[in-house]
């Protein structure tokens, strides 16, 4: 059974960069086939998926938010990062990560994060 948890800080000040980590459990993130994504909801809005890395290492990104953002992992710790950077107040969200790549089978239980000064 796979599991995924969002860790990072619920604050971030606006022109920082926002750094939030995944931990999963349950399933190797370098299994095949299998895609890890980021995904933020914005208040009042629906959902959007933000970039991704898969069990080959490969990345992929929205591509509005391609120069801001960065998917890595870390396999000893069986877990992947999201970095966004130059983050303003339209960043403000709960940000999920899930596995998959277009559809999604398993979600972390999302993390609040607002950007302020």
């Known amino acids: 059974q796979v599991q995924l948890q969002e860790s990072g800080p619920g604050l971030v000040k606006p022109s920082q960069t926002l750094s939030l980590t995944c931990i999963v459990s349950g399933v190797s993130i370098t299994a095949n086939y299998y895609y890890w994504s980021w995904i933020r909801q914005p208040p009042g809005k629906g959902l959007e998926w933000m970039g991704a890395?898969?069990?080959?290492?490969?990345?992929h990104y929205m591509a509005s938010l391609k120069g801001r953002t960065s998917v890595s992992r870390d396999t000893s710790k069986n877990q992947f990062t999201l970095q966004l950077s130059s983050v303003g107040p339209e960043d403000t969200a709960v940000y999920y990560c899930?596995?998959?790549?277009?559809?999604?089978?398993?979600w972390g239980q999302g993390t609040q994060v607002t950007v302020s000064s």
């Open positions: 899930a596995r998959g790549l277009l559809e999604y089978d398993s």
């Open positions: 890395i898969g069990y080959r290492g490969d990345t």
